[in-house]
């Protein structure tokens, strides 16, 4: 089986993050980037399928040059070998440019399967999924707490509120996972040093047939008009219980529309 799972590079979630004010677009330069938490599930799960049943593991990204070491830790991961589209003009691209850089760069590699987390913690749009799914034809499965294959098909238990669905579709398909199906492993030193020998294949617009006019922040469909950061944390107001401290507090509530 010819798995491949998406990773992208984000901002460190549990350091500040903020935009970069001259074209309103997450502020990478001065941010401690790491592998998409998310993602790293999609790799255990692919790890975890090929483990058992076969099949090679390729990991995909799209970002700058620093994405190498996103693509890295995946292979010290026990993923087989990596790939990464690379280009000046990807920068600025929203989802749907995304989205076709990914499906063009899938043509050149092929997929039974491709795995991605649910969201990435910069955008949380979670569409790329859906997005692939329309651009490859492939069946699209989401939302991931468990995976099983049943002959020619593969079943999910799909996430939602108060339980799970059971959903069934054939190849390929596109499978996003939340962070409920497993645990990822961490990188052994044997891992970390094999992964030096892994191959890293660099690709570029040209190189998946794809045109600049299709992708990048000025050919985005959305765009950042402005932010601000937030405002700074006001005193809270205390209330001195006289006797009256419950309609004291009634009356704060209701002053804050909360009841």
């Not at 401690?32 to 938490?37: G, K, M, P």
């Not at 390729?58 to 830790?73: E, H, N």
């Not at 989401?142 to 669905?165: H, K, L, M, S, W």
């Not at 700074?232 to 209330?239: F, L, V, Y």
Request: with cysteine; proline share 5%.
């Amino acid at each position: 089986m010819n798995i491949v799972v998406l990773v992208k590079q984000v901002p460190d979630s549990g350091n500040p993050r903020t935009l970069d004010s001259s074209d309103n677009t997450v502020d990478r330069e001065n941010a401690d980037l790491v592998l998409n938490e998310m993602d790293e599930y999609a790799v255990e799960e692919a790890l975890k399928i090929s483990e058992a049943g076969g099949g090679d593991v390729t990991v995909l990204s799209v970002g700058p040059a620093s994405a190498t070491d996103t693509i890295r830790k995946a292979l010290q991961m026990g993923a087989h070998k990596g790939v990464q589209v690379t280009d000046d003009a990807i920068a600025g691209s929203d989802a749907i440019g995304t989205a076709k850089v990914i499906a063009a760069a899938l043509k050149k590699t092929g997929f039974d399967l491709l795995l991605c987390g649910a969201e990435s913690t910069d955008g949380r749009v979670s569409v790329i999924p859906a997005l692939l799914s329309e651009l490859t034809g492939a069946t699209q499965l989401t939302g991931a707490r468990q995976i099983g294959f049943e002959g020619p098909q593969v079943t999910i238990e799909r996430q939602v509120d108060g339980g799970f669905e059971v959903v069934r579709g054939g190849f390929p398909a596109i499978i996003s996972v939340w962070d409920t199906i497993n645990e990822p492993r961490y990188p052994s030193f044997k891992g970390i040093m094999a992964a030096k020998k892994k191959p890293i294949e660099e690709l570029t617009l040209a190189d998946i047939g794809l045109d600049a006019s299709e992708v990048g922040l000025d050919n985005a469909w959305t765009e950042v008009l402005e932010f601000a950061p937030r405002p700074p944390r006001e005193a809270g107001e205390k209330i001195t219980d006289e006797g009256d401290g419950g309609d004291k507090l009634v009356e704060f509530l209701a002053k804050q529309k909360l009841v």
